[in-house]
Nanobody, 121 residues
């Protein structure tokens, strides 16, 4: 079965930077969208950034200009470069990938366990 694991989270001061990574294990035929979500305490989960297989991207308005999502298709890895971090960015960041495991088979969205990002004032 496919499993995702994130890395790169931690404690950082405001205006600092972090780079998150997410890579899968298991059988993979293709990956469509790769995305990062986050959930802060007491808040709903929100889509932070998504990158399609053709490289097109979409961002949450509040992170535009500060965050950059990218992917390495040879490694099936997605990254989130986070600059100018704010305390409001504090959340559990989770990776999501739309993965097709078998040719002509269904694709399904897989989730990683998440990596904590904490931004201090």
């Amino acid at each position: 079965q496919v499993q995702l694991v994130e890395s790169g989270g931690g404690l950082v001061q405001a205006r600092g930077s972090l780079r998150l990574s997410c890579a899968p294990s298991g059988t993979i035929f293709s990956i469509n969208d790769m995305a990062w979500y986050r959930r802060a305490p007491g808040k709903q989960r929100e889509l932070v950034a998504v990158i399609a297989s053709d490289g097109s991207t979409r961002y949450l308005d509040s992170v535009k200009g500060r965050f950059t999502i990218s992917r390495d298709n040879t490694k099936n890895t997605v990254y989130l470069q986070m600059n100018s971090l704010k305390p409001e960015d504090t959340a559990l960041y989770s990776c999501n990938m739309d993965i097709q495991e078998v040719p002509s088979g269904w694709s399904w969205k897989y989730w990683g366990p998440g990596t904590q990002v904490t931004v201090s004032s």
